[in-house]
């Protein structure tokens, strides 16, 4: 009985992200199509286009994903790295400022 509802809740969520996948594909499609020939002057897109377009920027921008906690923390350590160093580049460039304002 366990793997039955098992095969089923998979099953479940199978076919719900086929429905979420084809319903965002549309409006997406959908909005594409409205908005862009009238603003950029581009030609319509097609679903499959459309599906290609929301893949494409899913590789190049990411987002969506689920984050840990191992890579929520190296973030925040890249973030302070970052700012570290941005900190000491803004003295160095002010310093240098003030040097050229001295001359």
């Known amino acids: 009985m366990e ?11 199978i076919v719900f992200g086929i429905v979420a996948i084809t ?9 594409w ?14 679903f499959l286009q459309s599906l290609g377009l929301l893949a494409m920027s899913k590789i190049v921008f990411g987002g ?7 890579n929520k923390g190296r973030s ?3 973030r302070e790295k970052f700012m ?3 900190k000491r580049r803004a003295s160095e460039v002010k310093d240098q ?3 050229i304002q001295d001359k």
């Open 3 to 13: 793997k039955f509802s098992k095969k089923k809740f998979i099953a479940k969520k």
């Open 33 to 46: 199509n409205w908005l862009m020939p009238v603003i950029f002057g581009l030609t319509t897109i097609s």
């Open 76 to 78: 925040m350590m890249h």
């Open 64 to 70: 969506g994903g689920r984050r840990s906690f191992k």
């Open 84 to 86: 570290q160093d941005f």
């Open 97 to 99: 400022d003030e040097e």
């Open 23 to 31: 319903a965002i594909t549309f409006i997406f499609m959908h909005l």
